[in-house]
């Protein structure tokens, strides 16, 4: 359990547990990278939760931590191809649109009241969740990446 105040935007911990919740806004070259950091922190007597598109939810689970559901899989094709020819452009109109735009609104919204509920003291968010960063900032949470 994480106490005392926050001090200039830091908080104090006051005994060795803290509530870590990883986030990940895409599939599982955003989640797998992340199950070290949790695998560690849990070995350490955290308690650990991830924050995921509801179709990584049973990936975070065979891992053997919680996975709480937030966005969508809107627009998403689950299929692993080849790689595609580099288009530059592209990518960048379809991330913008994507990761900075639709998924980081839903997941910002449906973040707020599952941190709400779940109380956690650190969010850790993987690169592209700026949804995850966005309700850290709103509700004044330590946020790291």
Avoid: N, Y
Avoid at 30 to 42: G, M, S
Avoid at 55 to 66: I, R, T, Y
Avoid at 72 to 83: E, I, N, Q, T, W
Avoid at 105 to 117: F, G, K, Q, S
């Amino acid at each position: 359990m994480w106490g005392g105040g926050v001090a200039d935007g830091v908080m104090e911990a006051t005994t060795k547990q803290a509530r870590l919740l990883l986030t990940a806004a895409g599939g599982s070259g955003h989640v797998e990278p992340l199950l070290p950091l949790a695998r560690a922190a849990a070995g350490r007597g955290h308690a650990v939760a991830f924050a995921v598109r509801p179709w990584m939810m049973p990936l975070v689970e065979a891992a053997g931590f919680a996975a709480f559901a937030a966005g969508s899989d809107a627009g998403l094709r689950p299929v692993r191809r080849p790689l595609a020819p580099v288009d530059l452009d592209k990518e960048m109109r379809g991330f913008g649109a994507g990761f900075g735009g639709r998924i980081a609104r839903e997941r910002a919204r449906d973040l707020l009241p599952l941190c709400a509920a779940w109380r956690p003291h650190l969010l850790v968010c993987e690169e592209t969740d700026f949804g995850a960063m966005v309700a850290a900032e709103r509700l004044r949470l330590p946020c790291a990446t």
